[in-house]
């Protein structure tokens, strides 16, 4: 009798041990968890925030293309040059809390309407393209990262004259 | 009078007082860096809010107004802005829009970064076609968030250069259309 109840006190102090082990694994599983989902949350917001800084930038890239003179467009030192060529620039896309930089980079160049006159690259002449209008799309091409991934945003803007 | 213990009832040994300290220590350790760990990042999702959350929407009011305006003047201050007075290209801290009414006559808007009841806003102030002066309190304010807003204007283009509250900074372009 007495032998059975150092049995039963033994097995009892052995499993206060596993417990305790049991409830700290589960702690430290649960912390893992925890961070894991947090990590997500703000790799998910990094995503949002790029979004929302390149899509402010999009916008001022649209405006100038708009905006810049015929002559300075079609000039030598154009921002868009002719295709094929492509001018590439790294750009300032605003800064994350705390002041860290983000920047992406840009890729400008024109493309001319195939209706467009020889002079303007085309294949128009005064039969097809009697007014010698002549037409551009402005490609601005964005490319960034988010993570390890590299997303890329782009607008066209037609220029007419 | 010697006591005797009691075989049965016999405390832990050292060892097992030792593991279950060590154990206890851990789990305490354990909970206190999970929850330092859960304020570090609440911390830093609190700190996107400005650019996530406020960002977004001041540009869609801003984009909405200027496109609707015929036109746009950059001033160092409202003052400036509402007598039209000393326009400048960069460093405005207001925004005048003219707007034309489908009558023929127009109407005047003035937005502004000024401090106001000890916070810094982004104010509008509207005055209609038959208005003879200029309110005196803002007619709404868009937002009190940003630390800092700055008007420019480069190569024809409205830029808008806003700073949160924790440094970040985004800029935002627009054109009447």
Same mark, same amino acid.
């Given at each position: ?19 305790? /082990?049991? /409830? ?18 703000? /790799? ?5 925030? $790029? ?12 405006? #100038?293309? /708009? ?11 154009? &921002? ?31 493309? &001319? ?28 091409? #964005? ?9 890329? $945003? ?8 | ?39 570090? =990042? ?7 809010? =400005? ?72 104010? =509008? ?25 700055? =008007? ?26």
């Amino acid at each position: 009798m007495r032998l059975s109840h150092h049995r039963s006190r033994s097995r009892q102090r052995g499993s206060a041990l596993i417990e305790i /082990s049991m /409830s700290y694994a589960t702690l430290v599983i649960v912390a893992l968890l925890t961070f894991k989902a947090s990590v997500n949350a703000v /790799s998910g917001q990094a995503w949002t925030v $790029k979004q929302t800084m390149t899509d402010a930038f999009i916008t001022r890239e649209t405006a #100038l293309a /708009s905006r810049i003179p015929f002559d300075t467009l079609v000039g030598s030192s154009s &921002p868009w040059p002719n295709h094929p060529t492509v001018s590439t620039s790294t750009v300032s896309l605003g800064k994350l809390p705390g002041g860290q930089p983000v920047t992406g980079t840009l890729h400008r160049t024109r493309l &001319p309407d195939e209706n467009n006159l020889s002079a303007s690259g085309g294949s128009g002449d005064a039969t097809t393209n009697p007014s010698g209008s002549e037409a551009w799309k402005l490609q601005s091409i #964005l490319t960034y990262t988010v993570g390890d991934r590299q997303y890329v $945003k782009s607008r066209t803007v037609l220029r007419i004259r | 009078m010697k006591r005797k213990r009691n075989k049965t009832g016999m405390g832990f040994t050292l060892i097992e007082m030792t593991l279950a300290v060590s154990l206890s220590v851990g789990i305490a350790a354990t909970i206190i860096a999970t929850l330092q760990q859960q304020v570090s =990042f609440t911390r830093v999702i609190s700190s996107f809010q =400005f650019l996530r959350d406020e960002a977004p929407q001041i540009n869609t009011l801003l984009a909405n107004l200027v496109n609707k305006a015929d036109s746009y003047r950059i001033y160092v201050s409202r003052t400036a802005a509402m007598t039209s007075s000393g326009a400048v290209n960069t460093s405005g801290r207001a925004l005048r829009l003219r707007f034309r009414n489908p009558d023929g006559s127009s109407s005047s808007a003035v937005i502004c970064f000024e401090p106001a009841n000890g916070k810094n806003r982004l104010n =509008f102030y509207f005055r209609g076609p038959s208005d003879t002066s200029w309110p005196t309190t803002p007619s709404w304010t868009i937002t009190s968030r940003p630390a800092l807003v700055d =008007f420019s204007n480069n190569t024809g283009i409205l830029l808008i250069a806003m700073t949160g509250p924790n440094g970040e900074e985004i800029t935002f372009a627009g054109n009447p259309d």
